[in-house]
């Protein structure tokens, strides 16, 4: 199946700082990318939906400021995460889809906050 | 919305034994169904998916049959092992449409 690379894999950062997270579809042109948070023990929510070119859509309850989305090519999106704070500590993984039945999924990034 | 119920875990089976996880879903239309596996500190795999219904999905031993009759998408091996031992997440959607995740199922395969 086609690859979706995400990167970094785990990332510790000081409280208040920023964290980019990248997501690649390294064999596909990704026309849409999602973003999930997976809390401990719990299913995935979906952060937000990214076309390629256009502004994301973010699900309610999450944070546009907080949650920068970034789908600037067919190939990379970017998850921002501004001014992180220790509840924002989390499982972050995307997917990217080329219009095909299924979506592919990263390998994730374990952001912890400290 | 849509929506996916699956049976809450953790399950723990011994090696060889049979495995059914239950999945119901509620969904418009007819999506696409998967079933996803995350191994400790790893992100997910896709496992087998199911396209239409009726449709038998297979993948290392494991099966589902979507079931539209029954809104199910039910998980079966028929002989475990140890390295079976995941999260199981049932899913529905795909393509351009959000992936809607069950809560998913701690499976425990003990030797």
């Known amino acids: ?114 | 919305g849509d929506s996916v119920t699956q049976m809450e875990g953790p399950v723990t089976l011994s090696e060889e034994a049979f495995l059914t996880i239950n999945c119901t879903y509620t969904a418009t239309g007819y999506p696409s169904l998967f079933w996803y596996v995350q191994y400790p500190g790893e992100g997910l795999q896709l496992l087998l998916k199911a396209t239409k219904a009726d449709d038998k999905g297979s993948n290392k031993g494991f099966e589902a049959t979507y079931r539209k009759e029954t809104t199910s998408f039910h998980l079966e091996k028929g002989s475990v092992q140890v390295s079976d031992s995941a999260v199981y997440f049932c899913a529905l959607g795909g393509g351009y449409q959000k992936v809607t995740f069950g809560t998913g199922t701690k499976l425990q395969v003990i030797p």
Not at chain 1, 86 to 106: H, K, L
Request: one cysteine or more.
């Open chain 1, 1 to 114: 199946g086609a690859v979706v690379s995400q990167h970094p894999s785990w990332v510790i950062c000081k409280s208040g700082t920023s964290v980019k997270i990248e997501c690649r579809s390294l064999d596909f042109q990704a026309t849409t990318m999602f973003w999930y948070r997976q809390f401990p023990k719990q299913s995935l929510m979906l952060m937000a939906t990214s076309n390629e070119g256009s502004k994301a859509t973010y699900e309610q309850g999450v944070e546009k400021d907080k949650f920068l989305i970034n789908h600037a090519s067919l190939t990379l999106s970017t998850l921002t995460v501004t001014s992180a704070h220790p509840e924002d500590s989390s499982f972050y993984i995307c997917s990217a889809t080329g219009g095909g039945t299924e979506a592919f999924f990263g390998q994730g990034t374990r952001l912890t906050v400290v």
